[in-house]
């Protein structure tokens, strides 16, 4: 069994505006499943890449490197039908109770609206199969915090609208499963597990995979954040920071203070890094999931988005 752990576009995150809502019916708490990082195959994603899906359009759909965008709705128009592999995410094990393995892929539909929705799809065959996969509907901005496969079940901790949320700020915490039934993924009932907080950002050493503007981190960059009863502290690169977080009045929002740290000197390339990271981080204004990866949204005051993606590394006890 491997999974993924807690894991990203820009923070409109998984979603859409005419589909169906997800279940959200509640059966009881539940435990939060522990982030670990999935071990992904080339081969997986390669054959993913280029497969061929059922379920998200009338037509099917071919990726061609992991992507694949239709001829637009209106002649001249810019929107048009656009899907695309999430690379990050693969989630593999025995679903079928044989030990076999099988592998469960996330895409995103986005035709230029405001919505992303997202669907799963499980890879049963060998590549030369993958030619007609069919696909389940994750929903429209669904926030993906975690998966796993166990006793024949895929088990996904999200973060999904509520009664009362707006589109774009969803606040219900859900596990989801499924079971593979004659090669389809079949939905059974949601678990409301709870309401989105940033105490759910604690216990994890979030490590930085990627930052808009840096294209490409230096391997000893370590640059981490950690969260403790509003409180946050980290390896900004070069140094040690901390410093206080603030939760907004709307689900997802985040504000960090005026932070703190040690001041050792290192390379012009690494404290360069450092002071880019520690300024977007002062303009954090939202935090959220995709594929199991933590995405702090900055925002400058030229009103630029920008993005910091996070992995999840469990602290020991």
């Given at each position: ?31 939060t499943i522990a982030p670990e990082t ?109 998966a796993v496969i166990e006793e024949q ?165």
């Amino acid at each position: 069994m491997k999974t993924i752990g807690l894991l990203i576009a820009s923070i409109t995150l998984l979603g859409g505006c005419d589909r169906p809502e997800p279940p959200t019916t509640a059966a009881g708490e539940t435990e939060t499943i522990a982030p670990e990082t999935a071990a992904v195959t080339a081969t997986d994603i390669a054959d993913a890449a280029n497969a061929t899906y059922l379920g998200i359009y009338d037509e099917p759909v071919s990726l061609r490197d992991g992507s694949f965008e239709g001829a637009s709705f209106v002649e001249g128009g810019a929107s048009r039908p656009r899907v695309e592999l999430v690379p990050e995410f693969t989630v593999t094990g025995d679903l079928i109770g044989n030990g076999s393995e099988q592998t469960v892929v996330l895409l995103e539909e986005n035709s230029g609206g405001s919505g992303s929705f997202g669907y799963l799809a499980v890879l049963t065959g060998a590549a030369t199969d993958l030619a007609g996969v069919t696909t389940a509907s994750l929903g429209d901005r669904v926030q993906i915090r975690s998966a796993v496969i166990e006793e024949q079940e895929l088990r996904i901790q999200v973060v999904q609208t509520g009664q009362d949320d707006a589109a774009c700020c969803p606040s219900v915490k859900a596990l989801r499963r499924w079971t593979l039934e004659q090669s389809r993924l079949v939905e059974g009932g949601a678990e409301i597990v709870g309401t989105l907080s940033i105490a759910d950002l604690e216990k994890v050493e979030w490590r930085l995979e990627r930052m808009d503007g840096v294209t490409e981190l230096p391997a000893d960059s370590a640059i981490t954040l950690e969260f403790d009863s509003g409180r946050i502290a980290g390896q900004s690169g070069c140094n040690r920071y901390m410093g206080a977080a603030q939760a907004g009045g709307m689900p997802g929002e985040l504000s960090f203070g005026q932070t703190a740290g040690t001041m050792m000197a290192c390379p012009e390339p690494l404290m360069q890094l450092e002071r880019t990271y520690l300024g977007a981080l002062g303009q954090v204004a939202r935090y959220g999931f995709k594929a199991g990866r933590l995405v702090l949204t900055s925002i400058d005051e030229a009103g630029d988005v920008g993005h910091l993606v996070f992995s999840p590394h469990p602290l020991p006890e």
